[in-house]
């Protein structure tokens, strides 16, 4: 166990540095806070993205804190990308690979079903907790745009951002009988950076532009949310104990909308490039360490999941999220500068037979899913959209003589439909859950 907890700290302090990373390139995350991240670990993004009333013994769950509490062993899921893009436009057209840690988490069960079976008492009330560190939003693109102008020849423009927010989350689980309510308790934090570029390439002696705003936030933020699960074959489990539990999921999740503070600065140059030296000649605008504030918008999501014990499960959700309140005094972004959204996403999973002993890929789960999303964006009065096909599989294997898997998907998808710039994606997702029984034993022999 205590090789266990450093790993994990080792992990915790690694991925800090590399989340923070990122190469998209994406244009439209110049608006708004970015391209927000999805909640989704890598088993329900191979669904869809379903998460409002998704439960498991061994996977944690983060889009509702309610299923911690149905936890069976310590969890620790840590999760990757690797994305092929394609942006396109009326003309032209670029391709890229991109990649990036999505998340690391830890959850675990308070109350240890293996002290249960010990001790012979089973407990009323089922506990979880997870820690999990992952990003909200980024921000990268990298433009240019060459033009001609008479009289002062070839002017080209360049846009770059990078940066993003990030949160670390606290989530408590409690389960009563059916019914389980949860809550994440989180610090965003972040910073983003914005340059713009303007030179002229056929005038000698002028002065070049040089456009450069940042801006770091930081705030608490929370959500809370509710599962009802209803056991369908109460009568038949009493009978023949081996039966597949069938049970419904009903799940409901309500984020409040947060506030946060920016602290930005903004610098407007003008260079003079004189035998090839650089010399700042105008400084047109720098303000320092200008204080202001924003707010994350509310949303609400329902959930309803079928599970036919181990065998299949299929689910969907809705989620609206009230992005005209959004405000942004970093980005210069006011109330109704962005749009109300909704997603829908419907999925599952199929696995043959679990307790296969002679045929592994029995074992396997197989994930399938769709999703349709709204961007909080609008080009040219477009609301920005998304939608895809996921699919993807469940391996287990064993580490340190546990149970643990591995979640391979594939996410087939397009963005910006309507709009100047369309995206094409293909994105490869692969996580790992390493699973661990002993945590909180209770020793009987010393």
């Not at 002679?358 to 399938?368: L, S």
């Not at 294997?397 to 979640?407: G, I, Y």
């Amino acid at each position: 166990m205590k090789n266990n907890i450093l790993f994990i700290i080792l992990c915790v302090c690694c991925s800090i540095t590399v989340i923070a990373q990122t190469g998209d390139n994406s244009p439209y995350s110049r608006l708004g806070i970015g391209d927000l991240a999805d909640d989704a670990f890598q088993h329900l993004k191979q669904m869809g993205s379903l998460g409002n009333a998704n439960t498991d013994a061994f996977h944690i769950n983060i889009k509702n804190p309610a299923s911690y509490a149905y936890l069976k062993t310590t969890s620790f899921d840590i999760g990757v990308y690797a994305k092929k893009g394609t942006l396109n436009t009326d003309t032209q057209s670029a391709s890229q690979w991109t990649g990036n840690l999505e998340y690391i988490s830890l959850g675990f069960p308070l109350y240890n079903p293996l002290n249960q079976l010990l001790d012979r008492e089973k407990k009323k009330l089922n506990l979880g907790m997870t820690f999990t560190l992952k990003p909200h939003s980024t921000v990268s693109y990298d433009l240019t745009n060459e033009t001609s102008i008479d009289s002062v020849g070839r002017v080209l423009r360049g846009y770059t951002g990078q940066g993003g927010s990030y949160k670390f989350l606290w989530g408590n689980s409690v389960k009563y009988k059916d019914f389980a309510f949860g809550v994440n308790l989180g610090y965003l934090f972040g910073k983003v950076t914005y340059n713009r570029n303007v030179d002229f390439f056929d005038l000698e002696n002028t002065r070049v532009n040089r456009f450069s705003t940042d801006y770091s936030l930081k705030g608490f933020l929370y959500d809370i949310g509710l599962i009802y699960t209803k056991v369908l074959n109460v009568k038949e489990l009493e009978n023949n104990s081996q039966a597949q539990v069938k049970s419904l999921n009903v799940g409901l999740t309500f984020n409040s909308a947060t506030s946060f503070t920016t602290n930005s600065n903004i610098q407007n140059l003008g260079v003079l490039f004189v035998s090839n030296q650089s010399i700042i000649d105008t400084s047109i605008t720098t303000i320092i360490g200008q204080a202001g504030s924003g707010r994350l918008p509310g949303s609400i999501g329902l959930g309803v999941n079928y599970s036919n014990g181990e065998k299949w499960s299929l689910g969907m959700d809705y989620t609206a999220t009230s992005w005209s309140n959004y405000f942004n005094d970093g980005n210069l972004e006011e109330k109704g500068d962005l749009v109300n959204t909704n997603s829908f996403a419907l999925g599952g999973f199929i696995r043959p037979n679990y307790k296969s002993f002679t045929n592994y890929w029995k074992r396997v789960y197989y994930r399938f899913g769709v999703y349709l999303n709204d961007d909080p964006r609008q080009i040219d009065g477009e609301q920005v959209k998304s939608q895809g096909v996921t699919f993807g599989m469940g391996l287990p294997f064993v580490f340190q003589r546990k149970v643990s898997h591995a979640n391979i998907g594939v996410d087939l998808g397009r963005s910006g439909m309507n709009t100047p710039i369309q995206e094409n994606y293909v994105r490869f997702t692969l996580g790992f859950t390493f699973n661990d029984d002993e945590w909180f034993v209770k020793r009987k022999y010393n």
